[in-house]
């Protein structure tokens, strides 16, 4: 009886237990990632017999995952290029990119023009800017990486222009070295710097153009420097599982998770 009663409990236990056909794999950018992560939470504790995994590697891994189906998703923070016109997009959510600076700075707001010398290294120390006698550290993000393209977009810049003091991943390396080097300046996701700040971070966002750096101007199209934030799939991806969970990431249902992150749902 004792055998018997172990052999049903494993068999139940198998019931539930995710397998190779109802995994998920989804790689890509870390701006993107935090928000998938908790959205395959929300899924996965809807769904028991999925398991959703998620990596980081910026969006240029995300789309090369999902044109070659190494990966099931992709997660992209920013709008596809037309040579990119050969995998599906899906827009989950919309995101600003903030000019953040070590709080040592005491200037509240920049132009684009001082931004531009500010990366070209034509403006060394924050004095020539009416604030603190300090060296400013320019922290610039790797190439390949979509905040790159779309703050160099913005700034008409091409990559090898930028004079960098520090290069960087992701968001998070971005804010730990900001938050460690006084008179530091660097990019990154609005929603990744609120979250910081919140936290305690010594980092803080700069108005642009005169606008302030905040999901609500994001949302109402006046901030200057915004993107979608895409999961993508290959053409061919034809996983019933997989077509569910992007159906859900990309619904109004997820709505209290995006905000919770400080970016802007797609579908209000």
């Not at 931004?115 to 403006?123: A, R």
């Not at 900001?178 to 660097?186: L, Q, R």
């Not at 005169?210 to 999961?231: D, F, M, Q």
Request: hydrophobic residues 40%; glycine residues 6%.
């Amino acid at each position: 009886m004792r055998l018997l009663a172990l052999s049903v409990l494993f068999a139940f236990g198998c019931i539930n237990k995710p397998n190779q056909s109802n995994r998920i794999s989804v790689t890509g950018s870390s701006t993107v990632a935090p928000l998938i992560a908790e959205i395959a939470k929300e899924y996965e504790s809807k769904h028991p017999n999925i398991r959703i995994d998620v990596q980081t590697g910026g969006s240029s891994r995300g789309i090369l995952d999902a044109r070659q189906q190494t990966s099931d998703i992709g997660m992209v923070s920013r709008a596809l290029k037309p040579a990119e016109n050969d995998i599906k997009p899906v827009l989950i959510a919309r995101d600003g990119v903030g000019v953040v600076v070590n709080s040592s700075v005491t200037i509240d707001a920049l132009s684009k023009a001082d931004l531009t010398k500010l990366y070209l290294k034509k403006i060394q120390n924050w004095s020539e800017l009416g604030g603190p006698d300090l060296k400013v550290t320019v922290i610039h993000k790797a190439q390949g990486r979509s905040t790159a393209e779309v703050f160099l977009e913005y700034l008409s810049l091409q990559y090898t222009n930028v004079q960098a003091d520090i290069i960087i991943g992701d968001n998070e390396q971005a804010i730990k070295n900001i938050d460690s080097i006084p008179g530091a300046i660097g990019y990154v996701s609005i929603g990744a710097a609120e979250y910081s700040m919140k936290q305690g971070s010594k980092i803080k966002l700069l108005e642009l153009e005169g606008i302030a750096a905040t999901t609500k101007t994001v949302a109402n199209g006046t901030y200057p420097i915004s993107r979608e934030l895409n999961i993508v799939l290959n053409p061919k991806q034809d996983k019933t599982h997989v077509q569910k969970f992007v159906e859900y990431a990309s619904s109004a249902q997820t709505n209290e998770i995006v905000r919770s992150l400080d970016f802007v749902p797609a579908k209000l």
